[in-house]
Each structure stands twice: as C-alpha cells, then as structure tokens.
C-alpha cells in the first residue's frame, strides 16, 4: 500500500472551507466598507519581502524569533512579511514624490509569524492596516481611532464591550527623564509594562524592584501613578509634556465627537513594535470572560526614513482577523450566513435527442436570465438520476427554489419551481417565470 | 550617512499601489461574481503547505526548478504555494465524507513561482481557480469550460478574441498505441507537442524524428493529423477511443448551449502538470500581437487519492491574473476607474473654542449621514490650512463634491458645497442637505 498523505494544514495555518470563508468575507466586507467610507484607498505588497526591510526596525523578538526568512535560488535572503508596515512605507518612500499628501490606504494582507498557536493567535493570521502619512497632527491619529471605532460599531459592538488604552512613547521618555532611568531601566521598566496585565501585581513589583532597581519609596510613588493615570497625566501636563498635550488633545477630540467612552488614557500600554515614535494605543475587549488586547497601532513618524533622506510623519493600526472574530463570538455579534444559491436546476433522464436540445435551449434561457438579474443557479450534472436525489442535493446545499424541467414541462413550454422552504410547487409559463425574477 | 533601504519590491514581486489595486479587484469582481452566479462557493488555504504536497503529483519542472521551499524553525520543510489544486485536494480529502458531492469550488489566491518575470509571467501571481469534485461526466468538464468562457464575455470579450483549445490525454494515449509509442517516446513526444506553439515547424519536425524517433512515413502520417484535428477525431473515434467519444460530447454540448464558436479540438494541447488523466484545455488569446496560451486546466481524476484510499474524479481551470489584465488590454476592454471618493469635508482655521465645538458638532452629523448612506467622505487634518490648498487636494483626490463649512456657515447653521465637476457651489441648510443625500 502506498503511503497517504497527511489532510492537515500546515501548523498554525487555518483551512478556510466556504463556511469559514463566509465568516471572513463578512469581516473583511466590514473592514473594507468602513474605510472606504472614510476615502481611504486599497494596496497591497508582496508577500514575500527583503530580509533586512525588518531587520531595520521591527524589533528583536519578532526579526529573531517569529520571522520566516530563507535564502532564495538566485541566493537572495527573503522573508515572509510578519507585518504590513515596513511595506507601506517602502511603498510610500518609492513613490512619495509623486503621491499627494495625506496619504490614507488600507490593506487586508495575510501574515506569517513563527508563533505557539494558540486562542486568538495563528502562524497566519490576516491583518487589516490604516495608515496616514504626511500629517504630524493629533488630529490624524484622532482620526485613526476614530477608524477603528467605527469598524467596532458597524460591527454591532456597543459601549461597555470594548475600549482602546492610548499612551504615548514621548510622555512616557518625558516621566523617565523626571525618574532619572538609564536606557537600561528604561528597557526594563517598558517590558514589565508590556507584561503587565499577564502577570500578578506582586510579580510587577518585584521586576520594579529588582531589573529595574527602583527603591521602594520609588515604587510607591511610580505604582500609584501607573493606578492613577489622571494624577499622571496632570504632572505631566504641568511638567510641559508634549506627548502629555498629545494625549490631552486626543481625549479632547473624542469628547468633542462624542467617543469618549470608548478612549481612556492608560500609561502601561508601550506596544512591543520598535518604530513607534508618539501616541500609541491598544485595544481591548472588555468581556469578563475574554479581558485581552485585541490590537493596537500608533505614530511612526521616523520609519519612512529608513528609505530616503526625507522623513514622513506616519500613523495607523493593525487589525487581525483571528481576535476580531473571537469578539464577536464573545459577545454573541456573529451573524448567521444564509445560503446565497438562489437556484437549483435539475436534469432530468430525457428519453430522446429532440428532448435533451429542448432542455439545454429552455436551460440555456434560463439560467442567463437568473444570472443576469444578479442571482446564482446551478445545474444538475448527471444524466442518470432520479427527481429526488437531485431534491435532496439541493436542500443540503441551501437552495432557496428548484426549478422542474421534465418532458411533460418541455412538451408543453412550462417550468415548474419548487420553493424549498415552504415546500409548495407551481408551473408557469416560461415567459412568465422570466418575467417574475 | 546611513545606508538608505531599496525601495524596490522584491524581485518578479508587485506593489499593488491604490491604482493597481483598483485595476485587480475589477478582475477579482468579475471572477466572483460569474463563480457565485454557477453557485460556486469561495474557498482558501494556506499560504504554506507541506513540501510532500508538491512532490507527489506537480511535475518535476514545478518542484526541481520552480518551488519556494525551505525549512522551518521546527525543521518542517515547507513550500510557498506554487499552484492550489494540491490544496483544494487535501481540504476536500480531509472532509470528504461530511462534504456534499459534486462539490463546486472556487478560490483567487496568490501563487509562487521562480521564474524568469517577463510578459505574462511575475513570481508572484494571483489565479483563480475553480472546480467541480465528485462527478465524473463530460457535464462537468463543459461546466467548466462553460465558466471560463462566462467570464471572459463578462469582461466584454467577443467572438474571434479568444478560444478555448481542448484535448483529451485518454484520447493521446490511445492514439501512441496505435503509433506504437514506448513509454519514453511518449514522453517526448509530449513534450514536443507542449512547445510546438513557441518553435518553427522545422523545428518541431526535427524533435519528432530525432528524439522521438519517428521515420519519415511516419512523421508525415502524424504531421497531417497533427495539422487537420478533425481527421485524428474521426479516426480515433473509429477506433472508440474513449477520450475521443468525451472530446465529442463536449464540441457536442457547447454546440447545444451555443458556445460552439470558443471551443475547438487540438491535439497539440498537453498541459505541464502531471496529474491530469483525461479532458485538457488552454486558452489562447487570438489577438495577432498576442497570440499565446492564457490559462488551462483539465480533469484530474487521481489527485484525490494521494490522502485516501477512495478516488474522487475532479475537474476545473487556474485563471492568472497577469495573463487576463493582458487579455483586457491588448483587445481594449480594461475600463477606466473613477475615483470613489463622493466628498470632502474641509477644515478651516476657527478663531474660538466655540466655532471648533460647532464644526466638529455639525461635521460629526454630516460625515455619519453620509456614511450611513454608502457614500464616502474624507475630512482635512490639519487646523491651519488655507480653503485653496483644501481645494486643490480634494481636486487631485478625485473628491465629486466638497464641503465647506467655514464661521458664518457655522453661524447661520448652513453648509456650502461645491461640486468639483460642474464647479458650481450652493450653500443649504443642514437639514436640506442630509434629506439630498
């Protein structure tokens, strides 16, 4: 006997069948439609990309441990892109004399990253991007939460489900500068930070106290901060901040467009990627049972640099697939899909030549008039089977009416249709059938 | 100075810029759409898979030459999807006995070659690819052709642009018996046949005397009913060839469902993949500056049975996207798009915190009605830009209709807006306004 194949897919790879395809079509048609409403405009890159676009500025952890990279036949090192950004602003930097600015794009690319898989994180994982380029003003990255509120919305997420935790690297350097850090403690402290939500209070402190090597009144003074990001904030407006006024300004506009109750100022969000430069945040899903950052984005205003002599002040987020419909499933906001054939069309046995032209010539009308009034139609394609394997078929594969063609119907220029869902028949004329699509 | 990045996508790669994507989702609309109507359901894999899943059945050129392959941080060895019928094969092999059959597939996904890019030909590439699993009748083999055939005259290809050339491997074989072709012979000759269309006559003559070994009788024999396919279908018929009697049915029924004029008998069709057991087809394009194969595809009856023991007959097509964009432009059917960007929400310098609460007040109300109507609309970012530079944006934007809101607008609880073809403005309540959307 001859050895099988394995059926599996890839480790952390997902098959998508024509039911999860559905599922992912609807996120990715909400995803879509938000953004255009908002006149941003589609891209795309490669999915296969240099190894040093991540080298640059994507982060250690991510370059050394998750990136699928190799060496090509013409001995090129290339990697699978992990992530969309590096490739927007190659994109951007290609081509930045000739675009108009504000640059606002959108994609939906597939990403690879070397990961244990586990819930809500794939190997591949699909990623929606929104990014502006060119503007330096709170306003574009008011704009981009503005985005990702709208995508929660459409939806159907409501208050209290989710909120997006907005820091920004400049005020957290200017706090660092009041703590007198080092670069190393100022590594340290952004990494306990990054854990922090995983990780106990107790632990906190003692990577406080120990790598970071704050005395303990040090740490009360930093603690009850971190708890109380309005006092934070205050010290650091009246220290003269600019991400502090950042910070402000953005709450300020989301009071004002009246989404404030989805925006909180919250200090220990850093985000792990290397390039961001200022307002940062994440998103998280507030269900008791699912609490966890969902996604996250920012300011990069000093990425685009690594490609031309110019810089281009950037901002936007990433968006994944697996997280956003783990959401939905926590909050019950999963549709059902229906069935979207709207027509079956049996064969049936014909028991001469003239008969099976007449079949094909009625079946030919008919199923262009179906297709042509935007429905779906598919046809029987077996000569030998009988009514009822055919109604069978049909009704498994969703089909919402069956059109009968037999020879009584052929010899006497009638179709009947069979409505699936209630079950009554009629036959009518093939003009009238036609007519009433 | 630092070393700048390139800015040059990888090599045989494409950057999708929001003109080109524009260009590929008008391809990917059509291809949808037509698939959906047949009542085709959307599929995807993964973009790696397993290496074995390209040994077994893709041909030796595609695996020795062609593959993406490397091995991972688990020391798996993997490849990037060269082609998706291997894919399609192993989801419908790990599902086959909860799967309703015949199964009717469709997927576009991006594909990996290496490969010399030049016309018609990028590393990267997207394919449609569309199948029908579980029937093995000359039905299913039309429906196919039937598909690629809609699609075609979707796009708004006409008679005499394109054909669809179909052979039979069945019908090849019994024809080599007759010729008393040893098994390498009949690799030769295969092989011969798969590049007539790209060398001279001569050329092609001297292969089949040399390393096919023909003698000069012979190759007149097979020359003539190389060059006059009605003769060698005749003849194989009398001889019952079975993939002579399914080439038949097939010219038979697209006869019947009048699409005689896209399909045609050529035994010089071979396809490279080498799992193809029965019915093959290419599609040329007969523009003379153009004229070459487009696409193919063909039934494949054996694939299945790499994962199980069970066969399962299959048939369908792989439809890229570099050849059709080609289609469309070499016989002018690509059409021009416009821009979707409905309005264009200015910002103009406010005086005091009042006149900034209104103007994001009324603006919030506008942006969401005319978002919730489908339309789109994008604001300027930035609080100190003059109305000209606005205007001129939202010119080269493409923007239909701009949106003025400056302080006496906002004091008299109107809007102005200007429409940016006819060059006209009007100023309306906001009332009014939202009632015309």
Do not use: H
């Amino acid at each position: 006997m001859v050895r099988k194949l394995s059926t599996q897919p890839y480790k952390g790879s997902r098959d998508f069948y024509p039911e999860d395809m559905r599922a992912r079509n609807y996120i990715f048609d909400i995803w879509r439609s938000v953004c255009k409403s908002y006149g941003y405009e589609e891209y795309d890159g490669p999915f296969l990309e240099s190894f040093e676009l991540y080298q640059a500025k994507s982060g250690e952890e991510l370059v050394n441990e998750q990136l699928y990279s190799f060496v090509d036949r013409g001995n090129r090192r290339v990697a699978v892109r992990p992530e969309m950004t590096p490739t927007l602003a190659r994109m951007v930097a290609a081509k930045y004399k000739a675009l108009s600015f504000p640059v606002r794009w959108f994609s939906i690319p597939s990403l690879w990253r070397y990961e244990k898989p586990q819930r809500g994180r794939q190997r591949e994982f699909f990623q929606l991007n929104v990014d502006i380029l060119g503007v330096d003003e709170v306003l574009a990255d008011f704009e981009i939460v503005s985005v990702a509120v709208s995508i929660m919305k459409r939806a159907g997420a409501k208050e209290g489900m989710f909120e997006l935790r907005v820091n920004n690297r400049k005020l957290m350097d200017d706090f660092y500068k009041i703590l007198n850090f080092s670069e190393e403690q100022k590594k340290e402290f952004n990494k306990a930070l990054d854990k922090k939500s995983k990780i106990s209070e107790d632990e906190f402190k003692k990577i406080l106290t120990g790598r970071v090597g704050l005395n303990d009144g040090r740490l009360v003074e930093v603690n009850n901060l971190l708890n109380n990001p309005e006092q934070l904030l205050a010290k650091m407006l009246s220290e003269q901040s600019p991400g502090a006024k950042e910070v402000k300004s953005l709450l300020k506009l989301a009071e004002e467009q009246k989404i404030e109750s989805f925006v909180k100022f919250d200090p220990t969000i850093i985000r792990g990627l290397a390039y961001y430069t200022g307002i940062v945040f994440e998103q998280f899903d507030l269900n008791p049972q699912n609490t966890r950052a969902m996604f996250g984005g920012g300011r990069y205003n000093d990425l685009v640099s690594i490609f031309i002599e110019d810089s281009i002040p950037a901002t936007g987020f990433g968006m994944g697939d697996v997280t956003f419909w783990d959401f939905l499933i926590s909050w019950n906001l999963a549709p059902n899909f229906d069935s979207d054939l709207d027509y079956f069309m049996t064969k049936l046995p014909q028991t001469n030549e003239n008969a099976t032209k007449e079949y094909y010539k009625i079946t030919n009308l008919i199923t262009e008039a179906i297709r042509n009034k935007n429905q779906t139609v598919m046809s029987w394609l077996d000569d030998n089977s009988k009514l009822d394997k055919q109604l069978k078929f049909a009704d498994k594969r969703g089909a919402k009416k069956v059109i009968i063609l037999g020879e009584s119907e052929i010899a006497e220029g009638n179709i009947t249709v069979k409505d699936m869902i209630s079950k009554k028949q009629e036959t009518l004329s093939l003009e009238n059938f036609i007519k009433s699509l």
